[in-house]
């Protein structure tokens, strides 16, 4: 006998068999998830079928030497695709923007200017919006780059460039409702985003410029963004008594759990934290007279304060510590950062 798993009972919160599953009811959901996977082979294999060619390398190349904006355009799910392909774009260092083909004949075409590349997106490449305002773009100067089906559909004809898919059986039970054909024209799109992105001078700071919000963006931030430093910068004399550094951890604002120990020139000596402190006491070792150089842990985890905040939480997890000291390129410490700081900006 078949049995569903168990669930949870509304009434009374407690965990109750169902009724066994007959075995007809199992076979359609076998043939349930055998038709989803089907899809997804269908879409696989639409994308695995794009064959890359010089055209590829070329619309490569147009957009590395765009001096405007990209403009990308579709109609209906292509042009969905389309603001997808976009919004990669702009946040991957190339300006983009989508503009709707049917806004676009009531005047948003004044969006585009002849610096300007356009990336047309249709499967059939016989949409009608689009298709009008292929004169228009003509009279401004700028280059059109068609992804559709092939070089022989309307929308090619009048495109400078043509970025072909093929014909795709759609992987709808009636082959009408766009499946395949996006899949395989999203992945084209994001190939180019990729290749450009790659071939660009591009790095994580200028990444993390376009991505200041969610975590993806404040795990690039810069050390200094969030380190502790002025006033709250817990730093003591390596020669000064060890009740003056608990003292300092004590007093200084935020009362991080460690004080960064300093040598007569300024430079970094060590640290003292709230567990050197309890290992102390534990071991009854509670003169408070001795000088903290004597106790503190030397030779400590440091990070530079234009490291990114990901590699900081990276060396704070794997030396399981709490606190690091940033330090400057001649080793005076500038900042302290805590776990906490990363807490409170939600990086961990």
Known sequence: ????????????????????????????????????????????????????????????????????????????????????????????????????????????????????????????GETEELLRLLPALRRIGVRVVALTRSRAVPLARGADLTLGIGRIDEACPMGLAPTASTAALLALGDALAMTVMKNRPFDRDEYALYHPGG????????????????????????????????????????????????????????????????????RGETDFTVPVSKVMCRNPRTVLPDALVMDAARVLRQARIDQVPVVDEDGRPVGLLDVQDLLAARIL
């Open 1 to 124: 006998m078949l049995y569903r798993r168990f669930m949870t009972s509304r009434k009374s919160g407690r965990a109750v068999k169902l009724a066994p599953l007959r075995a007809d009811a199992a076979k359609r959901a076998r043939d349930l998830a055998a038709y989803g996977r089907g899809v997804l082979e269908a879409e696989a294999a639409a994308i695995g079928g794009l064959a890359l060619n010089g055209d590829f390398a070329r619309a490569v190349e147009w957009i590395l030497a765009c001096k405007g904006r990209v403009v990308v355009m579709g109609m209906g799910k292509s042009g969905f695709i389309a603001q997808k392909v976009s919004a990669t774009l702009a946040s991957t260092g190339t300006p983009s923007h989508f503009v709707h083909p049917a806004e676009a004949a009531h005047g948003d075409l004044g969006r585009v200017t002849h610096d300007d590349l356009v990336l047309a997106f249709s499967n059939s």
């Open 215 to 282: 975590k993806l963006g404040r795990g690039l931030m810069k050390v200094r963004e969030v380190m502790r430093a002025g006033d709250g910068n817990p730093l003591v004399e390596a020669s000064a008594p060890l009740w003056e550094a608990v003292a300092v951890m004590t007093e200084t604002p935020g009362r991080p759990g460690a004080a960064t120990v300093v040598d007569a020139e300024g430079r970094l000596a060590g640290v003292f934290t709230d567990g050197d402190l309890r290992r102390l006491v534990e």
